[in-house]
């Protein structure tokens, strides 16, 4: 029997690559998680359109309001404006959903203990990211130390982050080469129907497929 | 200005006394997360109360349904039966919720530095508990390298765990000399109007007061 995996997928491009990765290895346990993002509903259809895809054996959605109650991100508070890219910026941008990622290793690892997976797959990115710290290589070794201290003892839970230390373009590429269904996936911090092409998600996103030579399959609200 | 610190609170003995010793150094910003237990009532009566008595500066209440909808707990799934209290057993309790106090610690690190607070009090108890992995002393040591990491850089926070090594009884005295209000604090597992008096909560609390020389002031369903 193939290993159980769960598998964090926001329906974004890195998650979508994520999720092909997985998917060469494990049977697929698929986690969406909403917290009150602006693109909640668009990104959750690219969720289920990816899971369906990869006909995952188990799914499980779940919002977490309390990110949206707690606030402090333009992700999630619509008194803060979604900054435009600027991605040779230094500092963290205002889509920083505070310490957003220990939420969603959180569940994950719960329902990990829960239904006996042993990996847990999320496609963090440190190297070509917008700065967040919540996406560095050693945030998720500290975690797994936490899973490792904080769960039963018969539990073996590790987090894999196998696309951290990629460029985009390199993501795009691994994409690709696994017949990931990148027409499927959403990024877009900002609109629901057509991408914005200026979020901070949306620059990286098209930055990426540029370098790589190849044109993005969605569609944009500016020319591209 | 006083500190700011974010006390997360059950309502039962444990948070009641840690709330005690925060309120002696800090301005408090109370935190209590519902997460589908079946006294979830009565535990959200009990920390309103608590709260007011130390007339917290800030309080948040939050409900994680997702535990519930995960399971795999006598706490959160009706189809699991709470355990009568074995004080004398080495293996984990049916009442144990997977990984729940990673989830109460990420609400915590968000909250905290979204309102600016430094510290996060919590009332685990390590060596007279009943054995769950997510209450020991390392598993906060873990915990706290994950929030340096995962937040801003300028953001310092840290979790206190003021009585994670003394027994109940103790927890009781120290209560006493604080004048914490034990008689608004809820601990039953079982029952929302009279305590239980046999679930592994009760059964913990019961001792505690026993040795400590002192009658709980709480209404019990059985003869104490």
Not at 74 to 99: C, K
Not at 203 to 223: K, M, N, W
Request: proline share 4%; aromatic share 8%; hydrophobic share 40%.
């Amino acid at each position: 029997m193939k290993t159980l995996a769960v598998v964090l997928a926001s329906g974004g491009l890195d998650s979508c690559v994520t999720t092909a990765i997985a998917a060469q290895e494990c049977a697929l346990a698929m986690l969406h998680l909403s917290y009150g993002q602006r693109t909640e509903r668009r990104e959750l259809q690219a969720f289920h359109e990816i899971a369906d895809y990869y006909k995952a054996a188990q799914r499980m959605t779940a919002s977490l309001a309390h990110l949206a109650q707690i606030g402090g991100s333009s992700l999630t508070d619509r008194g803060i404006e979604v900054s435009r890219a600027n991605l040779e910026a230094t500092e963290i941008p205002t889509s920083y959903v505070p310490f957003r990622n220990a939420h969603l290793l959180a569940v994950a690892t719960s329902w990990a203990e829960v239904v006996g997976a042993e990996r847990i797959y999320i496609g963090a990115v440190a190297e070509d990211s917008s700065g967040y710290p919540d996406c560095r290589p050693e945030f998720y070794a500290a975690f797994n130390r936490v899973i490792a201290i904080g769960t039963k003892p018969e539990t073996e839970i590790e987090i894999l982050t196998p696309v951290i230390k990629l460029r985009k373009s390199e993501i795009v590429r691994r994409g690709l080469e696994l017949g990931a269904p990148l027409h499927l996936s959403w990024s877009c911090y900002q609109n629901e129907e057509q991408a914005c092409g200026v979020c901070d998600s949306c620059a990286l996103r098209l930055r990426g497929f540029r370098e790589a030579g190849v044109r993005d399959p969605l569609p944009y609200a500016i020319e591209i």
